[in-house]
T-cell receptor
Framework: DAKTTQPTSMDCAEGRAANLPCNHS???????VYWYRQIHSQGPQYIIH???NNETNEMASLIITEDRKSSTLILPHATLRDTAVYYC????????????FGQGTILTVHP | DAGITQSPRHKVTETGTPVTLRCHQT?????MYWYRQDPGHGLRLIHY???????DKGEVSDGYSVSRSKTEDFLLTLESATSSQTSVYFC??????????????FGPGTRLLVL
């Protein structure tokens, strides 16, 4: 699976959009980009995933560049409860569910 | 919430003692996973199961064994706990075959301290 690179930490004001970048320059054509997050002392939580097209659900939007080498997770109106570690991972058909999380981005939402 | 519970949620034990952690799911999902999470190492797969009595090793399986005698329960056993097994342990499930579009859902975790 392709390796991902994320900033170590980011800050965001409550009510503003949080834009979390992820670089996955070695991604191959059949690999999906997934985002999970982990709020302190809880289990990881799925947010969103995509292959080529931009995706949106009730939690977030995922913007994937045309060359698929990077993506951005957007939380449109961040709240204090969105403070968490956000993980960007790439999953292929051969992953068979075996996730590997790196260090992720610590997002802190300020009042 | 995919109906996943873990027990115990916290445990303190001594080196050399056996420890069993339980993962229970209520929705008859076929695929279940055990991960450990440590500072500086992220989340790492220990063992996984693809059905009753069907299990396989993950990335960091040494010192751990698993059993799955019924669909709803996946047990992780540390035969003789060591301090290096102090960690937070997460159970996860996938609702279907774990292909690239299959989301994993995680339990709340078990914090294990081995003294």
């Amino acid at each position: 699976d392709a390796k991902t690179t994320q900033p170590t930490s980011m800050d965001c004001a409550e009510g503003r959009a949080a834009n979390l970048p992820c670089n996955h320059s070695t991604i191959s054509g059949n690999e999906y980009v997934y985002w999970y997050r982990q709020i302190h002392s809880q289990g990881p939580q799925y947010i969103i995933h995509g292959l080529k097209n931009n995706e949106t659900n009730e939690m977030a939007s995922l913007i994937i560049t045309e060359d698929r080498k990077s993506s951005t997770l957007i939380l449109p109106h961040a709240t204090l409860r969105d403070t968490a570690v956000y993980y960007c991972i790439v999953i292929s058909g051969t992953s068979y569910g075996k996730l590997t999380f790196g260090q992720g981005t610590i997002l802190t939402v300020h009042p | 919430d995919a109906g996943i519970t873990q027990s115990p949620r916290h445990k303190v034990t001594e080196t050399g003692t056996p420890v069993t952690l339980r993962c229970h799911q209520t929705e008859n999902h076929r695929y279940m996973y055990w991960y450990r999470q440590d500072p500086g190492h992220g989340l790492r797969l220990i063992h996984y199961s693809y059905g009753v009595k069907d299990t396989d090793k993950g990335e960091v399986s040494d010192g751990y064994s698993v059993s799955r005698s019924k669909t709803e329960d996946f047990l992780l056993t540390l035969e003789s706990a060591t301090s290096s097994q102090t960690s937070v342990y997460f159970c996860a499930i996938t609702e279907g075959y774990p292909g690239p579009q299959e989301t994993q859902y995680f339990g709340p975790g078990t914090r294990l301290l081995v003294l």
